[in-house]
């Protein structure tokens, strides 16, 4: 039975969400599946870990988000699909960088990221089309990225605080963070105390070191606001590719092409980035098996 990991809560007046992770599964199975270096295991642990909790803020079980940044760097794109059940997923175009230590010691997310590019945001809710929110990048960290987000996309006035440690045999030792919301009609004196509460919290990394738990962390950002648990829930990593999926993907680009490309292999091999299963299809199956109607 998996542990809930994920915690969401608001101040006693209702002006405050709090939405907080402890991600450590969730990275090291991102790592073991795409043998990441210390950096990239960093920065796309950080993007997951922000998908994580961005997924719980969905509306629907069926809705699903992507967060897509790509800021010129080594790292390339990045990438983390997340849903309302819980499930996360992630990808690097580059999975190996490596790059000196800034100079406090701390790994340089923003040097294999890049600062410039954008952040794009993509809801699926459901809709004809999707909703698609896009910033520049502000420093490749990730937090701050995400942060700028809510603040030009959506308005609303957010901190996101994320960390992954790695250790130098390249495993992950902890994971995790936070996004603190304002809702409209924060008074000025709540937003001083939300912001010296904040600003007074060590790093995610740290604190999660000192064994605080994501309930210590929504105990600490909305000190004296009287917070109470919302819900809890268990979020994942978990790819939801199939063969079936292949398939259904290879039918939409149409008889004519799928026969164009049975010409040139009649084996089609497809690999899934975020989970590095390969799925074969035999073409002249598939197209013995057309559906008449589909016929085009």
């Known amino acids: 039975m998996e542990q809930d990991n994920l915690l969401r809560g608001i ?25 990441t270096s210390a950096v990239i295991t960093a920065a796309l642990g950080r993007l997951v870990t922000a998908g994580a909790m961005m997924g719980a803020m969905l509306k629907s079980e069926r809705d699903s988000l992507t967060l897509q940044i790509n800021g010129g760097g080594p790292a390339g794109r990045l990438m983390a699909v997340a849903d309302g059940r ?20 701390h790994l340089d997310v923003g040097g294999a990221v890049g600062r410039d590019g954008t952040l794009d945001v993509i809801r699926d809710l459901g809709l004809r089309e999707p909703y698609i929110g896009q910033v520049p990048i502000v420093s490749g960290e990730i937090a701050e990225d995400v942060t700028q987000y809510f603040a030009i996309s959506e308005q609303t006035p957010t901190v996101c605080a994320l960390g992954v440690l790695v250790n130098e045999d390249l495993s992950v030792r902890c994971a995790g963070g936070y996004i603190v919301q304002l809702l409209p009609g924060a008074l000025d004196s709540e937003i001083d105390r939300l912001e010296k509460n904040i600003a007074a919290m060590p790093s995610v990394t740290a604190m999660m070191q000192q064994g605080k738990s ?21 979020v994942h990593y978990h790819c939801d590719c199939s063969l079936e999926r292949v398939e259904r993907m290879l039918k939409s680009l149409g008889r004519k092409e799928v026969e164009n490309l049975r010409d040139e292999d009649p084996a089609a091999v497809v690999h899934c980035q975020f989970c590095d299963q390969v799925y074969r299809v035999d073409l002249n199956e598939l197209l013995e098996n057309w559906p008449q109607d589909e016929e085009k």
């Open 11 to 35: 101040s006693e007046n209702g002006g405050i969400v709090f939405y907080g992770v402890d991600s450590i599964d969730i990275v090291r199975e991102m790592e073991r599946l795409h043998k």
């Open 86 to 105: 819980g499930h996360v997923k992630g990808y690097a175009q580059n999975p190996v960088v490596e790059l000196p230590a800034r100079a406090d010691g």
């Open 214 to 234: 994501v309930r210590d962390m929504l105990d600490m950002a909305l000190d004296g606001f009287a917070p109470e648990v919302l819900d809890t829930q268990s």
